[in-house]
Nanobody, 120 residues
Framework: EVQLQASGGGLVRTGGSLRLSCAASGRTFSSYEMGWFRQAPGKEREGVSFIHPSDGRTSYANSVKGRFTISRDYAKNTVYLQMNSLKPEDTAVYYC?????????????WGKGTLVTVSS
């Protein structure tokens, strides 16, 4: 049974920091991409940041570059998102995503989301 347990969301003031964590269990996730999506009220879901399972390459949405940092602990099957200099525009439900990178089919799993609210 695969499960993703996300934590770290909450209420923070503009300029503050939060660290999101997502612990995956039920599989060996060494070959899975791990990362984060978010969805703000009334907006489409967008990718925030991802870390590649092979070379450790990271990617970030333009809106968070320089402020967010993604990292991964392979031993703990956990991905983190350090969010600094938070802005009200970062307010959203953040969803942990784990995706198996296979040519034809890759399993994909989602956490249920953790709410980040940034007050101005």
């Amino acid at each position: 049974e695969v499960q993703l347990q996300a934590s770290g969301g909450g209420l923070v003031r503009t300029g503050g920091s939060l660290r999101l964590s997502c612990a995956a269990s039920g599989r060996t996730f060494s070959s899975y991409e791990m990362g984060w999506f978010r969805q703000a009220p009334g907006k489409e879901r967008e990718g925030v940041s991802f870390i590649h399972p092979s070379d450790g390459r990271t990617s970030y949405a333009n809106s968070v570059k320089g402020r967010f940092t993604i990292s991964r602990d392979y031993a703990k099957n956990t991905v983190y998102l350090q969010m600094n200099s938070l802005k009200p525009e970062d307010t959203a439900v953040y969803y942990c995503n784990v995706r198996e990178l296979l040519p034809d089919y890759g399993e994909e799993y989602w956490g249920k989301g953790t709410l980040v609210t940034v007050s101005s």
